[in-house]
C-alpha cells in the first residue's frame, strides 16, 4: 500500500510499496507535493520483471509490444536491432492528445499513480526509466499533457506526452515555466533516459490518468458530501425543519445504502439545536427537498462506497499489457488495460452528485418563497420593490443545468479502432475528468443555498443553532454581512465557495462534527 504518511528527520515521506493508496494520500502528493520513494522491496522487483523482458529479447521469445508490433500490427515481429528504437517510436506515434493541458495536480497525481504501479510489478520497465520518473515528481518536472486523447482502453495518447520528457523530448512546466523537455529535465539537475525494448510501451500502456484524477475527484467529492450536509442543516435552521425524518427509528424502517450514515451525520451537525424536538418545527411535513436529505445524500454516500474497489484496483494493480509474471517466468497478454469498471463507478458518482446539486435548489428555492418558509419573500428585509436573493436562484439554475448535462453516461458510448483490435473502449478518463468539473459547480451551487440559509436564519431570530450550522454560518458572516438593500452577490457566492466551502480548515471541522456522537 502507500503506508500513512512517514515522518522522517527531513519531511513528510510517502512510501511507495505498490498496494492500493488512499485517495487523501494521492492528494497530498498531488497537490502537497509530500515527497515521495519507493519501498525497500521495490527495487528487488524492478529487477526481477525487467531481467525476464531481457530474457525474452535475448531468445526472441513473440512477445506482445515487446518483439511485436502494436495493435493491429500485433502479427508483425521485429528485429532485435530494432527493438528499443520501436519503444521511442511507440512514444512518438502516440503523442497525439489536443487540447487544454490538464493541472498540475492531476500530472502528478497521474505520475504517483503510474509509480505505485511500477512499485507493484508487472511493468517491466527498467528501473533507471522508474527512477527518473520518481525524480521527475520530487523535483517538480511536470509533463505538459493536452487533456483530450484517451477512450479508456490505456491512456496511451496522453501518457506519451509524460514518455516523451522522460526522453528529454515534449514539454514540460518546471518552476512555472513551460519548458521542451530536455530543458526542464537539465533545470532539475536531471538526465533523460535512453529507452530499451518495452519501456516505451510501459510509459504510455496503463491507466494512469484516470487513476490519478480519479483520486482526487474521490477525495474532493467526499469533502463535499460534508458540505452538502453541513448546507443543507444551516438550511434546516433558518427554514425551521421538521426533523422527525432523522429519526433512527424512522431511518431503520428502511434503511437504503447510506442512508441511515447520512442521517446520522445530519444529527450529529445538528447537536445542541433546538430542532431535534419536532415540536419546535414551524410545519408538520416539509417538502421533499428538506424531508429527504437523507435518503438523497446516503446514495451519495453509497455512490462514494461504489468507487472505491474499482479505483483501488487501478491504483494497487497491474494494468499492464503484456504482463510480466516475473516469479513464474512468462510474460504474457492480458485485457487489464480495460475500465469498465472504473467508468461505471465515476457514471454513478456523477448522477449521485447531480441529484444533490439538484435538492440544493430545491432548498434554495423553498427559503425564498414565503409561503414555504414564512419568511419575507425573497429574503429581502426591505419587502417589495427590492430584489433580494431571487435573483440567485437564476445562477443556481444554470449551474445544475451544466452538472446535469455532464453528468451524462459516457461509459455505453463505445467506438472501434486499430483495425477493428481495440473494438471496445469505456471512456473512464472522462468520467473522472468531469467528476471534478461537477465538482466545482456543485461547490457553487451550495455556496448559493449557504448564503440564502445564512439570511435565513438571520430573518428568522434563530435563538440556538445546531453545532454545525453555527460552525458554517460563523463562517459564512466573518466574510459576507447580510443583506440590506440590494447588491450585487457574485462576489458573495464566489466568496463563499472559495474561501468558506473550500476552506480546508472548515471542512475538517465540520467532518469532524459530523463524526460527532448525537
Same mark, same amino acid.
Given at each position: 500500500?502507500?503506508?500513512?504518511?512517514?515522518?522522517?528527520?527531513?519531511?513528510?515521506?510517502?512510501?511507495?510499496?505498490?498496494?492500493?493508496?488512499?485517495?487523501?494520500?494521492?492528494?497530498?502528493?498531488?497537490?502537497?507535493?509530500?515527497?515521495?520513494?519507493?519501498?525497500?522491496?521495490?527495487?528487488?522487483?524492478?529487477?526481477?520483471?525487467?531481467?525476464?523482458?531481457?530474457?525474452?529479447?535475448?531468445?526472441?521469445?513473440?512477445?506482445?509490444?515487446?518483439?511485436?508490433?502494436?495493435?493491429?500490427?500485433?502479427?508483425?515481429?521485429?528485429?532485435?536491432?530494432?527493438?528499443?528504437?520501436?519503444?521511442?517510436?511507440?512514444?512518438?506515434?502516440?503523442?497525439?492528445?489536443?487540447?487544454?493541458?490538464?493541472?498540475?495536480?492531476?500530472?502528478? *497525481?497521474? &505520475?504517483? $499513480?503510474?509509480?505505485?504501479?511500477? !512499485?507493484?510489478?508487472?511493468?517491466?520497465?527498467?528501473? @533507471? +526509466? #522508474?527512477? =527518473?520518473?520518481?525524480?521527475?515528481?520530487?523535483?517538480?518536472?511536470?509533463?505538459?499533457?493536452?487533456?483530450?486523447?484517451?477512450?479508456?482502453?490505456?491512456?496511451?495518447?496522453?501518457?506519451?506526452?509524460?514518455?516523451?520528457?522522460?526522453?528529454?523530448?515534449?514539454?514540460?512546466?518546471?518552476?512555472?515555466?513551460?519548458?521542451?523537455?530536455?530543458?526542464?529535465?537539465?533545470?532539475?539537475?536531471?538526465?533523460?533516459?535512453?529507452?530499451?525494448?518495452?519501456?516505451?510501451?510501459?510509459?504510455?500502456?496503463?491507466?494512469?490518468?484516470? *487513476?490519478? &484524477?480519479? $483520486?482526487?475527484?474521490?477525495?474532493? !467529492?467526499?469533502?463535499?458530501?460534508?458540505?452538502?450536509? @453541513? +448546507? #443543507?442543516? =444551516?438550511?434546516?435552521?433558518?427554514?425551521?425543519?421538521?426533523?422527525?425524518?432523522?429519526?433512527?427509528?424512522?431511518?431503520?424502517?428502511?434503511?437504503?445504502?447510506?442512508?441511515?450514515?447520512?442521517?446520522?451525520?445530519?444529527?450529529?451537525?445538528?447537536?445542541?439545536?433546538?430542532?431535534?424536538?419536532?415540536?419546535?418545527?414551524?410545519?408538520?411535513?416539509?417538502?421533499?427537498?428538506?424531508?429527504?436529505?437523507?435518503?438523497?445524500?446516503?446514495?451519495?454516500?453509497?455512490?462514494?462506497?461504489?468507487?472505491?474497489?474499482?479505483?483501488? *484496483?487501478?491504483?494497487?494493480?497491474?494494468?499492464?499489457?503484456?504482463?510480466?509474471?516475473?516469479?513464474?517466468?512468462?510474460?504474457?497478454?492480458?485485457?487489464?488495460?480495460?475500465?469498465?469498471?472504473?467508468?461505471?463507478?465515476?457514471?454513478?458518482?456523477?448522477?449521485?452528485?447531480?441529484?444533490?446539486?439538484?435538492?440544493?435548489?430545491?432548498?434554495?428555492?423553498?427559503?425564498?418563497?414565503?409561503?414555504?418558509?414564512?419568511?419575507?419573500?425573497?429574503?429581502?428585509?426591505?419587502?417589495?420593490?427590492?430584489?433580494?436573493?431571487?435573483?440567485?436562484?437564476?445562477?443556481?439554475?444554470?449551474?445544475?443545468?451544466?452538472?446535469?448535462?455532464?453528468?451524462?453516461?459516457?461509459?455505453?458510448?463505445?467506438?472501434?479502432?486499430?483495425?477493428?483490435?481495440?473494438?471496445?473502449?469505456?471512456?473512464?478518463?472522462?468520467?473522472?475528468?468531469?467528476?471534478?468539473?461537477?465538482?466545482?459547480?456543485?461547490?457553487?451551487?451550495?455556496?448559493?443555498?449557504?448564503?440564502?440559509?445564512?439570511?435565513?436564519?438571520?430573518?428568522?431570530?434563530?435563538?440556538?443553532?445546531?453545532?454545525?450550522?453555527?460552525?458554517?454560518?460563523?463562517?459564512?458572516?466573518?466574510?459576507?454581512?447580510?443583506?440590506?438593500?440590494?447588491?450585487?452577490?457574485?462576489?458573495?457566492?464566489?466568496?463563499?465557495?472559495?474561501?468558506?466551502?473550500?476552506?480546508?480548515?472548515?471542512?475538517?471541522?465540520?467532518?469532524?462534527?459530523?463524526?460527532?456522537?448525537?
Amino acid at each position: 500500500m502507500i503506508e500513512s504518511v512517514i515522518h522522517d528527520a527531513a519531511a513528510e515521506t510517502v512510501v511507495l510499496t505498490g498496494e492500493s493508496p488512499t485517495a487523501e494520500t494521492l492528494r497530498s502528493i498531488a497537490r502537497d507535493r509530500t515527497p515521495t520513494r519507493f519501498g525497500p522491496d521495490v527495487t528487488a522487483r524492478l529487477d526481477a520483471d525487467r531481467a525476464l523482458v531481457d530474457s525474452a529479447v535475448e531468445n526472441g521469445v513473440p512477445t506482445y509490444g515487446v518483439t511485436t508490433g502494436l495493435g493491429a500490427g500485433v502479427t508483425q515481429a521485429l528485429g532485435r536491432e530494432e527493438l528499443a528504437e520501436f519503444s521511442v517510436r511507440t512514444v512518438r506515434g502516440r503523442a497525439n492528445a489536443v487540447g487544454e493541458p490538464l493541472p498540475t495536480d492531476a500530472v502528478r *497525481a497521474a &505520475m504517483a $499513480a503510474r509509480l505505485n504501479s511500477f !512499485a507493484h510489478g508487472g511493468s517491466g520497465v527498467q528501473p @533507471a +526509466v #522508474a527512477s =527518473l520518473l520518481l525524480d521527475m515528481l520530487n523535483t517538480g518536472v511536470h509533463p505538459r499533457i493536452p487533456g483530450t486523447g484517451s477512450v479508456g482502453a490505456s491512456d496511451l495518447c496522453l501518457l506519451a506526452h509524460v514518455a516523451q520528457v522522460v526522453m528529454g523530448e515534449g514539454f514540460a512546466e518546471y518552476d512555472g515555466e513551460i519548458l521542451p523537455g530536455d530543458q526542464a529535465l537539465a533545470r532539475a539537475g536531471l538526465h533523460p533516459a535512453a529507452l530499451g525494448p518495452k519501456d516505451g510501451l510501459v510509459l504510455c500502456s496503463s491507466n494512469s490518468i484516470t *487513476a490519478g &484524477m480519479g $483520486a482526487l475527484a474521490l477525495a474532493d !467529492a467526499r469533502e463535499t458530501f460534508t458540505l452538502a450536509q @453541513a +448546507v #443543507a442543516t =444551516l438550511t434546516y435552521e433558518g427554514f425551521r425543519a421538521n426533523t422527525t425524518p432523522l429519526d433512527p427509528s424512522v431511518q431503520a424502517a428502511r434503511p437504503a445504502p447510506g442512508q441511515c450514515e447520512a442521517a446520522e451525520g445530519l444529527r450529529a451537525l445538528l447537536a445542541g439545536s433546538l430542532l431535534l424536538d419536532p415540536a419546535n418545527a414551524r410545519r408538520l411535513q416539509d417538502p421533499i427537498s428538506l424531508r429527504c436529505v437523507s435518503q438523497v445524500h446516503g446514495a451519495l454516500r453509497s455512490a462514494l462506497d461504489f468507487v472505491h474497489p474499482a479505483l483501488d *484496483a487501478e491504483l494497487g494493480g497491474a494494468a499492464d499489457n503484456p504482463l510480466v509474471l516475473a516469479d513464474q517466468g512468462r510474460v504474457v497478454s492480458t485485457g487489464n488495460f480495460h475500465t469498465p469498471a472504473l467508468a461505471l463507478a465515476f457514471d454513478t458518482l456523477a448522477l449521485a452528485l447531480c441529484h444533490v446539486a439538484s435538492l440544493s435548489l430545491a432548498r434554495t428555492e423553498c427559503l425564498l418563497t414565503g409561503r414555504h418558509s414564512g419568511l419575507p419573500v425573497t429574503l429581502s428585509p426591505r419587502g417589495p420593490g427590492h430584489t433580494g436573493f431571487m435573483a440567485l436562484m437564476k445562477t443556481s439554475q444554470a449551474l445544475t443545468v451544466e452538472i446535469k448535462h455532464l453528468s451524462t453516461p459516457v461509459s455505453n458510448d463505445s467506438y472501434s479502432s486499430a483495425d477493428g483490435v481495440e473494438d471496445d473502449t469505456t471512456n473512464a478518463p472522462f468520467a473522472a475528468r468531469r467528476t471534478g468539473w461537477i465538482l466545482d459547480r456543485l461547490r457553487t451551487v451550495l455556496a448559493v443555498e449557504a448564503l440564502v440559509a445564512a439570511q435565513a436564519v438571520d430573518l428568522a431570530k434563530v435563538p440556538k443553532l445546531g453545532v454545525g450550522p453555527a460552525l458554517l454560518y460563523q463562517a459564512i458572516r466573518d466574510r459576507v454581512e447580510p443583506l440590506d438593500d440590494d447588491r450585487s452577490c457574485g462576489p458573495d457566492i464566489e466568496l463563499v465557495a472559495d474561501a468558506v466551502l473550500a476552506n480546508r480548515a472548515v471542512i475538517t471541522a465540520l467532518e469532524s462534527l459530523a463524526k460527532s456522537p448525537t
